[in-house]
T-cell receptor, first 109, second 112 residues
Framework: RKEVEQDPGPFNVPEGATVAFNCTYS??????FFWYRQDCRKEPKLLMS???SGNEDGRFTAQLNRASQYISLLIRDSKLSDSATYLC??????????FGKGTTLSVSS | DTGVSQNPRHKITKRGQNVTFRCDPI?????LYWYRQTLGQGPEFLTY????????KSRLLSDRFSAERPKGSFSTLEIQRTEQGDSAMYLC??????????FGQGTRLTVV
């Protein structure tokens, strides 16, 4: 089983749609969780950290379920500029940040 | 610019040559990571440092790869006897312990 698994995608949605990405992680000792965004041929950039109580940043909402070892990202009112690859990232004590393979989102007009 | 800096941005080398990449992290960050990424894949972990100590190295990493962070500041990644399969984007990131990581723009390696 891979350490961090994501929906394979791609997700193709119209502008204004709501889309959700899921991610599962295998190590229950994981301590920190993040969503990164990566545009084509660019470096990953932090989108948001994920907290146990859930957190929201504008149109983006992240949720963490430690019991199920599950992380989600919800994007409301999708914009063309949201088109990118979204990477789920998990940090465990004493180890490096582990990335999922990413989920590609394409928003069309 | 106080972000993560990587040099060179692009490198073309002949198969069998050695290459070295440099990463300058954000100055107060104690963790430094190296990843490799090919098209359509997420970043693949190579190795990471906490200060000057190399704490983990991927089991998938060939002995041709070596990394150093001599004074706990900048880091170098060397690939010896390059192969065509080494062609990829090499990403460096830095962070504080358990905090989010910030990436450099990467070094794109092409082995011909």
């Amino acid at each position: 089983r891979k350490e961090v698994e994501q929906d394979p995608g791609p997700f193709n949605v119209p502008e204004g749609a709501t889309v959700a990405f899921n991610c599962t992680y295998s190590n229950s000792a994981s301590q920190s969780f993040f969503w990164y965004r990566q545009d084509c041929r660019k470096e990953p950039k932090l989108l948001m950290s994920v907290y146990s109580s859930g957190n929201e940043d504008g149109r983006f909402t992240a949720q963490l379920n430690r019991a199920s070892q599950y992380i989600s990202l919800l994007i409301r009112d999708s914009k063309l500029s949201d088109s990118a690859t979204y990477l789920c990232v998990v940090n465990q004590a004493g180890t490096a940040l582990i990335f999922g393979k990413g989920t590609t989102l394409s928003v069309s007009s | 610019d106080t972000g993560v800096s990587q040099n060179p941005r692009h490198k073309i080398t002949k198969r069998g040559q050695n290459v070295t990449f440099r990463c300058d992290p954000i100055s107060e960050h104690n963790r430094l990571y190296w990843y490799r990424q090919t098209l359509g894949q997420g970043p693949e972990f190579l190795t990471y440092f906490q200060n000057e100590a190399q704490l983990e190295k991927s089991r998938l990493l060939s002995d041709r790869f070596s990394a150093e962070r001599p004074k706990g500041s900048f880091s170098t990644l060397e690939i010896q006897r390059t192969e065509q399969g080494d062609s990829a984007m090499y990403l460096c990131a830095s962070s504080l312990l358990f905090a989010e990581a910030f990436f450099g723009q990467g070094t794109r390696l092409t082995v011909v």
